[in-house]
């Protein structure tokens, strides 16, 4: 029964923390405002997003690409293949 306990007390312990995560993203995300991410390379547009975007973040496109962002101007974001 003891086992029980602590495995509910782990799973509700890991699941507001979950939640208290994804209430943390939804503050940082203003309403209107969009991040538009460029190949540094070709100035090819590669994502807009909602989120927030700064120097150092990383993403992934469709065909399986990792791409650094280097630089931010505004809401433009310039993106290094890697």
Same mark, same amino acid.
Request: charged fraction near 15%; hydrophobic fraction near 45%; glycine fraction near 6%.
């Given at each position: 029964?003891?086992r029980?306990? @602590? @495995? !509910?007390?782990y ?8 939640? !208290? ?14 991040y538009?991410?460029?190949?540094? !390379? =070709?100035?090819n ?8 975007? =700064?120097?150092?973040?990383e993403?992934? =496109?469709?065909?399986?690409?990792? /791409?650094?962002?280097?630089? @931010?101007?505004? /809401?433009? %974001? /310039? %993106?290094? /293949?890697?």
């Amino acid at each position: 029964m003891k086992r029980c306990g @602590l @495995l !509910a007390f782990y799973w509700l312990f890991f699941h507001f923390l979950a939640l !208290a995560n994804a209430e943390t993203i939804h503050q940082d995300h203003q309403p209107g405002v969009y991040y538009t991410i460029v190949d540094s !390379a =070709t100035n090819n547009v590669l994502l807009e997003t909602g989120l927030e975007t =700064t120097v150092g973040d990383e993403f992934i =496109t469709e065909d399986n690409k990792l /791409y650094h962002i280097s630089r @931010l101007v505004g /809401y433009l %974001a /310039y %993106a290094d /293949y890697v």
